[in-house]
């Protein structure tokens, strides 16, 4: 063995030995977290119950499983019964085909005729497993004496009366009658037809949607249990009547239980032709979207019965003098405030016309009644608004007037840069309008008071003059601009018209009237003033403290887009 090999093999068993210790490592580490969960060794207990009914024809027994083993495989299991009747000895096993699960159970006795009336019998559970067998306590049980042709798929509403066929002469000296739904109640009974028959009413107070079993019960306690059932029965709901037949279309329908009920399916409400499961409050809407009229057949049916309530359901209808638009008019293609309950609480979403032509209304405020509704390029006139679906056809009583944008006047009609003008006309409160004087200077506002608007004419605006005009932007189509006629303007041009005082010593006050003076720089010669006022009218300055004394031009002057425009005095001022 040369170096080399020795070497690589002392290696390879280091590896290895380094390997071997960080998996024991890993295995002591993990080992330390793992809980080992010991089998389950408790054993499966079923206790016996009192019989749901032990007669001739019907041997119902009853059981309860309060521990399952889990861990177990169960094979099978059942009840056992043995005894004699008379010299003939009785043993049966009966298996449940079902899964064991934990709880109470019942089973109904298949083959009841070979127990005979007056004998005992003794019972018990099996539980075979592959582990071992588990047998519960034995009891017994004896056939009663009750003859009865039980009904038990019966479909019936609380309040109604059930009769039950038999033999039941003097049946009420040694039984009671009892309901059952999670717990037991006595009820009262009464027998007829000489004894041929037990008769009793449904209790008001029992939950409906619910499976009830009705049971004879022996008095005396003493004895192995003795009962039969007379009657099974699923309790059919019902509704109260509707506190009121009239609707809106977006209201919600509220018909509830008059009793608690459960959440099982079978009751259903409908309107005309329409079904829908029952709840609490339901969206009228769902109910009556897809059918014509103003009137439909409402009720219920509880799987049953159909029951129809004594009026039909009334829509209400929009009320046509109830719609009324705040503007006295209104401009083609324009959104404006409405009063009015709004399209949605009569499914008049999308079915509105003014003029023929589709418009679009919004409810703002649906408490205020506070709508928008914005119409299409109409001509001038008179509009009713028109809404249609399967329910109305509605009209209102107030129409829309549609006036065109007009100017009629400027006040003044010669002005100068910086002014404020008023343009009467037929303008809409709370409409938004530009101004247009030449293509290149616009100025914007929001009419303020119906049938005029004021302006500012834009700063730095040339002398000469003009013709005016006003637009405005289309709600309905944001592309589109409507466009008034067009008026004259004569733009002035600046001027000054006095400045005083013409004599001052540093830090006085020096006024310079005009017009048209708004973002104009004062300048004394070269020198820029600082204002203390800057008005379209009136500049107020101070003299600075760095000019000597002497006799100086007044300047005035602003540059706009690199054009300068200068407008000199023709008095001097004297700093004494």
């Known amino acids: 063995m040369n170096f080399h090999t020795w070497i690589n093999q002392l290696?390879?068993?280091?590896?290895?030995?380094?390997?071997?210790?960080?998996?024991?490592?890993?295995l002591f580490s993990c080992a330390k977290d793992v809980i080992i969960i010991p089998p389950d060794t408790n054993p499966t207990e079923v206790v016996l119950l009192a019989p749901l009914s032990n007669t001739s024809n019907n041997l119902t027994l009853s059981a309860e499983v309060r521990y399952l083993n889990n861990n177990d495989i169960i094979l099978s299991h059942g009840f056992m019964v043995h005894g004699r009747t008379g010299d003939t000895y009785i043993k049966r096993e009966y298996p449940i085909a079902s899964t064991l699960k934990s709880g109470s159970f019942t089973y109904k006795i298949p083959d009841p005729e070979?127990?005979?009336?007056?004998?005992?019998?003794?019972?018990?559970?099996?539980?075979?497993?592959?582990?071992?067998?588990?047998?519960?306590?034995?009891d017994q049980f004896r056939i009663n004496n009750i003859k009865v042709i039980a009904k038990e798929d019966l479909k019936i509403a609380a309040g109604e009366i059930i009769t039950i066929e038999g033999e039941f002469t003097?049946?009420?000296?040694?039984?009671?009658?009892?309901?059952?739904?999670?717990?037991?109640?006595?009820?009262p009974f009464e027998i007829v037809n000489s004894g041929k028959a037990i008769r009793f009413k449904v209790p008001e107070g029992?939950?409906?949607?619910?499976?009830?079993?009705?049971?004879?019960?022996?008095?005396?306690?003493?004895?192995?249990?003795?009962?039969?059932?007379i009657a099974k029965a699923f309790i059919v709901g019902t509704l109260a009547l509707p506190t009121s037949y009239s609707y809106y279309y977006d209201d919600i329908l509220r018909l509830p239980y008059p009793t608690d009920y459960s959440e099982k399916p079978g009751l259903e409400v409908f309107v005309g032709n329409i079904f829908l499961r029952h709840s609490d409050e339901m969206d009228l809407r769902y109910l009556i979207d897809n059918q014509k009229g103003?009137?439909?057949?409402?009720?219920?049916?509880?799987?049953r019965d159909t029951i129809t309530f004594p009026q039909p359901l009334q829509l209400i209808e929009p009320d046509p003098n109830e719609f009324k638009v705040i503007p006295a008019y209104v401009h083609p293609g324009t959104k404006f405030e409405v009063f009015g309950s709004g399209p949605d609480k009569f499914n008049f979403g999308g079915h509105v016309t003014v003029g023929n032509q589709h418009v679009i209304y919004n409810q703002v405020d649906r408490n205020a009644k506070k709508g928008e509704l914005t119409i299409s390029d109409l001509p001038e006139g008179d509009y009713p608004m028109i809404m249609n679906n399967n329910h109305f056809t509605y009209k209102s009583a107030n129409t829309i007037k549609v006036k065109k944008m007009n100017i009629a006047s400027s006040s003044p009609s010669e002005a100068y840069a910086g002014d404020k003008i008023t343009l009467k006309g037929t303008f809409?409160?709370?409409?938004?309008?530009?101004?247009?004087?030449?293509?290149?200077?616009?100025?914007?506002?929001?009419?303020?008071?119906?049938?005029?608007?004021?302006?500012?004419?834009?700063?730095?605006?040339?002398?000469?003059?003009?013709?005016?005009?006003m637009s405005y932007k289309s709600d309905m189509d944001y592309q589109r601009s409507y466009y008034s006629n067009s008026i004259p303007l004569e733009i002035k041009a600046t001027t000054i018209t006095a400045i005083y005082p013409l004599k001052a010593s540093t830090g006085d006050l020096i006024t310079i009237e005009g017009h048209g003076l708004k973002g104009y720089q004062a300048q004394i010669a070269t020198?820029?003033?600082?204002?203390?006022?800057?008005?379209?009218?009136?500049?107020?300055?101070?003299?600075?403290?760095?000019?000597?004394?002497?006799k100086y031009r007044i300047n005035i002057s602003f540059t706009n887009f690199g054009k300068n425009n200068t407008i000199t005095a023709t008095d001097?001022?004297?700093?004494?």
Request: hydrophobic content about 30%; charged content about 25%; aromatic content about 14%.
């Open 11 to 26: 290696t390879k068993l280091r590896v290895l030995t380094c390997i071997c210790n960080l998996l024991g490592l890993l």
């Open 114 to 138: 070979i127990y005979k009336e007056g004998y005992y019998y003794s019972y018990k559970y099996f539980v075979k497993s592959e582990r071992e067998t588990y047998l519960s306590k034995s």
């Open 170 to 187: 003097n049946i009420e000296k040694d039984y009671d009658l009892y309901y059952s739904f999670h717990e037991e109640k006595k009820m």
């Open 206 to 229: 029992v939950k409906q949607g619910y499976n009830v079993t009705f049971r004879l019960i022996s008095k005396n306690q003493e004895e192995p249990h003795l009962a039969a059932i």
């Open 294 to 303: 103003k009137k439909f057949p409402m009720g219920y049916t509880n799987g």
């Open 428 to 469: 809409v409160k709370g409409q938004s309008y530009t101004l247009e004087i030449d293509k290149t200077n616009t100025s914007s506002t929001t009419c303020t008071t119906t049938g005029e608007v004021n302006f500012e004419i834009p700063q730095f605006m040339t002398a000469g003059k003009y013709q005016i005009k």
């Open 527 to 550: 020198v820029e003033a600082r204002h203390t006022l800057s008005q379209n009218n009136k500049i107020q300055f101070e003299i600075p403290n760095n000019l000597p004394k002497g």
């Open 572 to 576: 001097y001022l004297e700093i004494n």
